[in-house]
């Protein structure tokens, strides 16, 4: 009977070991994923330059979380010699990140213009500007979005690439 026990371990101790270090590194992932939003809030919070909505950073986070669990599940299936099913998902995810890319185009450049506004810092909340041929005061500077109000108190929402693409006037400063 022990025999039996035996030889059934060595047959299958290559197995074990592998669900024992897949097991270990899908753990550690999860440990890693659950660290990725408070990860994301404090360097919100240690970057003054960037501002980022309760939203923004949820999102952010999200990103963070499947990337770390993609990379445990290409391991895991490089562990068990499944490289094929490695590189099908790698295509996969590459044709995918590329349509949503594309289609994401003038979020993504929002966002970066949000950015350059924020390091830039050609204007501030309260400030009377013209952005994009729209007078206004500053009422909010978001990651996609700057918001005004005019003086006829119409509330307008521009686009960071609208206002990064052409010139700013503020006559809040001298």
Known sequence: MENEIL???????????????SLIILIAAG?????SKPAVRRLDEDIDAIEFSKHAR???AQIIKYGIYAVAIGIVL????????????LTGGAVLGFAIGYASKDVISN???G????????FKIGDDVEL????????????????????EGVFIEIPNSTIIGKPIKNYSRE
């Open 7 to 21: 030889s059934l371990m060595e047959e299958y101790w290559d197995l074990i070991l592998k669900l024992i270090l």
């Open 31 to 35: 440990i890693l994923a659950r660290f």
């Open 58 to 60: 949820g999102i952010i």
């Open 78 to 89: 490089s562990i068990f010699g499944m490289t094929e099913a490695l590189y099908t998902l």
């Open 111 to 113: 966002m970066l213009s």
């Open 115 to 122: 950015v350059i506004i924020a390091i830039d810092k050609p």
């Open 132 to 151: 994009g041929g729209i007078r206004g005061i500053v009422k909010e500077i978001a990651l996609r979005t700057t918001k005004l109000t005019t003086p």
